[in-house]
């Protein structure tokens, strides 16, 4: 696929992202270097910030996948590269990263990570980055840069995951480094839905078409709300959800959805 042809703002080609879909309501963005297990290089994550801006401003698309072409979802920072570019080098690619990872967390529209294979450091990151975490029975994670980079995790994975499944279990997993399953990520409430690996695209893709099937404006308000909410109080957090629930009453979606209801039909949504 020419990607310069469906974003023509593109400057320049992308040669480690591939996307399906991307001018219609539900978008696959790949990440696509298989050969290195989608390790995060400087380009690929300059490109990644590229991609995102870029598909933010499209008010067509309701849900973007992120997923990873081959055997692996991303298997963290390209140490060869670090290796042979040195610090300064490391530094420049680590605050880009920072940026795709923020620009993931504040997409206007749903995110759903697809993870098959692995999942490893900033990979991991890139997916707590996600709103909906999907992963194969098979998928493995770690964060094991206190052991295999001499830090600690620099792409907001202890942040992240100390709100997501607290304290203890976040210093469990940043100081051991160690490797942990599917199920386990399950059970602490790192990943929302585990399946079978040969099924891990055709429950993300149908779980993508119910989600853009409702309203999209009342999809991203949603959002808005339940990643506004965390750092808020109750009072604060309540006055935020009348504040962005009160204007669909007088709006189109809401009138389309009674009509639907009336008429025993599927409701029709327009884009936002």
């Known amino acids: 696929m020419d990607l310069n042809n469906i974003l023509p703002s593109l400057p320049t080609s992308w040669q480690t ?9 539900v978008c696959t963005l790949w990440l696509s270097r298989p050969e ?13 910030v590229e991609c995102l801006s870029l598909l933010r401003e499209r008010r067509s698309l309701r849900v973007l996948i992120l997923g990873g072409d081959g055997a692996a ?16 080098k490391t530094r420049e690619q680590r605050a880009t990263g920072l940026r795709a990872i923020e620009l993931l967390d504040n997409f206007p529209c ?11 450091a900033g990979g991991l990151e890139l997916a707590l980055g996600c709103d909906i975490r999907i992963a194969a029975d098979d998928a493995v994670f770690a964060l094991p840069e206190v052991l ?56 993300t ?39 962005l629930r009160e204007p669909f009453e007088d709006g189109p979606d809401f009138t389309e959805a009674l009509q639907a209801w009336r008429a025993r039909r599927p409701p029709v949504f327009k884009d936002a």
């Open 205 to 243: 893709a149908d779980l993508a078409a119910d989600i853009a099937a409702n309203s999209p404006a009342a999809v991203r308000a949603a959002k808005v709300l339940i990643r506004g909410s965390l750092d808020l109080n109750v009072a604060e957090a309540l006055q935020l959800s009348r504040e």
């Open 36 to 48: 290195h297990r989608n390790a995060m290089s400087h380009q690929l994550v300059q490109e990644l």
């Open 110 to 120: 749903p995110v759903i990570a697809m993870i098959n294979g692995s999942a490893i």
């Open 148 to 203: 295999r980079a001499g830090g600690f995790p620099g792409g907001g994975g202890p942040v992240r995951l100390t709100k997501m499944i607290g304290r203890g279990r976040t210093s469990l997993l940043v100081f051991s480094a160690r490797q942990f399953s599917a199920c386990e990520a399950l059970e602490f409430g790192i990943v929302d839905q585990i399946v079978p690996a040969d099924s891990l695209r055709k429950t």
């Open 73 to 88: 979802f991303c298997s963290g920072g390209d140490l060869k590269e670090r290796l042979a570019e040195g610090a300064s």
């Open 17 to 25: 992202l591939r996307l399906d879909g991307a001018d219609g309501p």
